[in-house]
């Protein structure tokens, strides 16, 4: 369970130190997400809100390819918001905020578009704050979000949790976290109850990159060490465990490496969705 408190705190601040290597993960997914974005946008989009930004990649796509509108980047981790403002000071339609969507969502309001590249899993009460978002959105709004697909295909979480002792086939559960929207008909109950309809995921097989460059195992490695579902196993693990949990770590890498970089195979939903009319 990943929670607010989380995002606040260390797990932020890891993933604003690892703003970089998280957002070149993705690499693959990305150009899907953004096409999916720039769809559901139409010429009387104004105002659009990324959830949970993090460091601001999304924002940043979306603000240079809606230059009539303006995005606003929320995300509860103020490391990461630091990141996403820097980043975007020459972008002039696009700002940050340090704060929970949920609080801040009726400020907003009336959003025409939410979009969010995997920020949308960890609400502790998901119909609760997909409520308050269409209660903020414009009529005919539209959301558009990314989120992970069955852990059991998302290879780069499975073979690292197995290389660190863990469980890696637990049954995906929705509790807050990266696999909490796996499954489209629980995301599906959550939309239609809570004012979304025209509900759509499209499924996206695609390459999670976790290494590249000169040593692409090396770097993978020292990623996976850093974030992800074996960084915690790995930073706990007694002396003695822990280089052999690095060891295992290594090899699975190396099997995935493919020239320059180290790819595992992922999944991933891209939801489409409209404000239900009142
Ligand atoms: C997996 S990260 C994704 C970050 C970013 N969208 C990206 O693609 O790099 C999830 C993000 O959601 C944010 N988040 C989670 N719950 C939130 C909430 N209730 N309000 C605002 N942000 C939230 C976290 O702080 C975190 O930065």
């Not at 409520?131 to 959301?143: R, V, W, Y």
Request: charged share 20%; proline share 6%.
């Amino acid at each position: 369970m990943t929670t607010a408190y989380d995002w606040t705190g260390r797990i932020g601040d890891v993933w604003a130190e690892e703003w970089r290597r998280t957002d070149r993960s993705f690499t693959n997914l990305t150009p899907h997400l953004n096409a999916a974005i720039l769809a559901a946008a139409t010429p009387q989009t104004r105002k659009i809100i990324d959830i949970g930004c993090g460091a601001g990649a999304t924002s940043l796509a979306t603000a240079p390819a809606l230059p009539n509108a303006t995005v606003t980047g929320i995300d509860l981790s103020p490391t990461l918001i630091e990141i996403a403002r820097h980043r975007s000071e020459t972008q002039a339609n696009a700002s940050f905020e340090c704060a929970d969507i949920t609080v801040a969502a009726p400020n907003h309001a009336p959003t025409d578009l939410y979009v969010s590249r995997h920020g949308v899993m960890f609400f502790a009460d998901p119909i609760a704050a997909f409520t308050i978002l269409a209660e903020a959105a414009a009529p005919d709004a539209g959301l558009v979000f990314s989120c992970f697909a069955e852990r059991a295909v998302n290879r780069w979480a499975t073979e690292i949790v197995t290389a660190t002792g863990g469980d890696a086939h637990s049954p995906t559960s929705t509790t807050p976290g990266p696999f909490a929207f796996a499954d489209p008909s629980h995301v599906a109950t959550i939309l239609e109850e809570s004012g979304w309809h025209a509900a759509t995921p499209q499924r996206i097989a695609f390459s999670y990159r976790a290494g590249e460059g000169t040593d692409p195992v090396a770097d993978a490695v020292d990623y996976f060490c850093r974030i992800g579902p074996a960084a915690s196993a790995i930073r706990d693990a007694a002396p003695g465990e822990r280089e052999r949990h690095i060891a295992r770590l290594t090899q699975v890498c190396e099997r995935y490496c493919d020239g320059d970089t180290v790819e595992f195979p992922a999944a991933a939903w891209i939801w489409t969705a409209r404000k239900s009319a009142n």
